[in-house]
């Protein structure tokens, strides 16, 4: 087209416009006359020609005796265009007219090709060659297409499909196979099939199904069952047809299976029969027919087996292939493997709308091993760890990571002041701080002390705020420069000195001056300073326990809102505070306010009953992102089921799982998990008696 272009603009070429006002070059003058001249002369030359080939009865209009440039424009126009549809069309050009620019076109129509560039075509040909394409770096090493099997490059491929289906099919059927841990392709192809067509088919299947029980009626024979069954359900797939409640579809399904030996690929074809055959479903390889079975099967939606099976709508829904659950993200910490399908459980349980986690599960069951396992991983990614520890297990891992470990009981040096307040600076969040820790002693003595009536209520209340105001710590001013926390004991004197107050106090008395004194009449020696903080609690009284637990948390608590950092806090054995309303009602105040200052709840109970029928339990639950189900009992299944809207599924896998199994749920999402860890970890967290023992005479020796 470039070389044509080129020509007809030598033949046709005319001079730009003069600009008004520039005087004219003479030599473009003279060259404008000569070009006039010789296009006068084509335009005669073609004038003739057209009056030679004119028939004899037509005479030249005046039309086509077009003056000067437009008589040779328009002549071009019909004698010279070419159709490139028809490659013939030089034909039909007048060879007397202007034979040079004939030999020109032809030129331009039939290109030839000269000795350079045919050189210039096989070396790009031969660089081609050389070249690596998407499609070479794909394609396999070899392909071999065998009867019963294809070789590609070092891989064995078996294609096989789904022959009969039984009756009836169960939602979900199609699980187990995708849920096997190997690499297998599945294809489906449905074609749809217009009812009309389906009702004129079946309307004859009843005919025929009435005929042949009216013939063993005639016959005197007994009735069929078989027969009746199929009427029902012919006629019940007809009425549904013209309602439009189902259609009818033709459906096939393909699996493409690899393996690296031919001998491995037998086993995963047995597996798959043997799977979905407990179902009645049969499936068959694809004998002489691997190649079009492997390219079924690629991702090009060709169908060249055409094997398929009638189905409507209601069995064509159970197929539904997107059943396996994934819980795979690119941060967080490894919780375990996924059972349906063997990925990894990846998670970052502050990536949520909060960071609160509940572990449910019964004695036994791996709880504590799970919890400590996410603890190790956490504080590799350097979050900062506290527990509150009722049985000592978290002793071990404390010292291998060098933690602190701290023993609260009596008999301790390790002292917590619950009148600590927490390190504020302005006079407001100081007032708050005051306020805030007056509620949580009064929580705190109500546990000790027992319920109080409204107007021991009020002592208390009067009796804390003058304790305060003992060491200059009141409501209305801003703190000391050099501040002193009260004790318990300048509680009990200012409790003795109200009117009314000597029974409280004498009630008090026992934790300044009788047996439990050391525990709660002592200035706090705690170190937060260490990324993980236990506090055991397991040689105190039962009595004791909660009240222990109560004030750790009020301590830690006070903690976690001076210096915000990236935290998790461990509540082992939370059945313990949810038996009173005061330290249930505080531990759901810690879930809740949690988030905002960057710290996860994690509670781990075994009582799940006790846990559940408590409103704050349930409180704790709601406000908590992450649970994790492992093992449970019979006999608080129920309560789960209600709770976590189990399926029956569900309930049976908590009922049958194994130590570390069960359903692991973060937001909306749950899947089965199976808690594992590797052989350093395990010999760190493990809770086995067993093990244990041995690695205590291992370190006597």
Known sequence: MKLLGNLFSKKTQTNPPVQEGVPANPQNLADKQTTQVKQSQVSDQLLANKQVNQPDNQAVTPDTQLPGNQAANQSLKSQTLINPNQPNQQSQVNPQAQPGMIQELKKVANPTVTSDEKSVQKALREFEKGVSTVRDLIAPAALEINPDHIKLGSQFVRTVFIHTYPRYV???????????????????????????????????KVGQIESSVSINQEKGKARDPQLEAAYQNVERLRDSLQRGEEHFFRFGIYFTVYAKSLKQLNKKIDQISTTIGGLLIEVKPAIMQM?????????????????????????????????????????????????????????????????????????????????????????????????????????????????????????????????????????????????????????????????????????????????????????????????????????????????????????????????????????????MKTKLMVFSIRDLEESLRPIAMYNALNYIWNEVRSNMKK??????????????????????????????????????????????????????????????????SPAVMDELVNTFHLTDGEKYLLLESDKGEGIFFAGLKHVAIKVVASYTEDKIITTNPEEILERQKQAAK
Not at 406 to 433: G, Y
Not at 572 to 587: G, H, I, K, T, V
Not at 589 to 610: E, N
């Open 170 to 204: 169960n939602t979900n059927w199609l699980s187990p196979l995708i849920s096997l841990d190997y690499s297998m392709d599945i294809s489906m192809f449905i074609y749809p099939v217009k009812s009309e067509v389906m009702l004129k088919t079946l309307k004859k």
């Open 567 to 632: 935290r998790i806090l461990v509540v082992d054995e939370a059945w313990l505070m949810m038996q009173y309303p005061d330290s249930a009602r505080f531990l759901y105040g810690l879930a809740k306010r949690a988030r905002k200052y960057y710290l996860g709840l994690t509670t781990v109970t075994q009582d799940v009953a006790d846990f559940m029928r408590s409103e704050h339990g349930q409180a704790i639950i709601s406000n908590s992102s992450m649970q994790l189900l492992l093992k449970q």
């Open 291 to 527: 190649e079009q079975g492997f390219n079924s099967s690629l991702p090009f939606g060709d169908d060249q087996l055409k094997i398929s099976s009638n189905m409507n709508t209601s069995p064509l829904s159970t197929t539904f292939p997107f059943v396996s659950a994934d819980l795979t993200s690119n941060d967080g910490i490894l919780y375990g493997i996924n059972r349906h399908n063997n990925s990894l459980i990846i998670f970052d349980r502050f990536s949520l709308e909060n960071a609160n986690s509940v572990i449910f599960a019964k004695s036994g069951a791996g709880k504590s091993y799970a919890v400590k396992l996410e603890i190790l991983r956490h504080m590799m990614l350097g979050t900062d760890v506290i527990v509150i520890d009722p049985e000592h297990e978290y002793k071990y891992l404390s010292d291998a990571v060098g933690g602190t470990f701290t023993d609260i009981s009596l008999n301790s040096e390790t002292r917590i002041n619950p009148f600590d307040l927490p390190k504020v600076k302005t006079a407001q969040e100081q007032q708050e701080a005051v306020r805030s820790n007056i509620i949580t002693l009064q929580g705190l003595l109500q546990l000790m002390l027992g319920d109080f009536s409204p107007q021991e209520s009020a002592l208390i209340e009067t009796a804390l705020i003058e304790t305060y105001a003992k060491k200059d710590i009141v409501l209305e001013k801003p703190w000391p420069a050099e501040i002193e926390f009260p004790t318990m004991q300048d509680l009990f004197e200012i409790i003795m000195t109200l009117e009314g107050g000597k029974d409280l106090g004498e009630r008090l008395r026992k934790y300044t001056e009788g047996t439990y004194s050391g525990i709660l009449n002592r200035r706090t020696n705690v170190n």
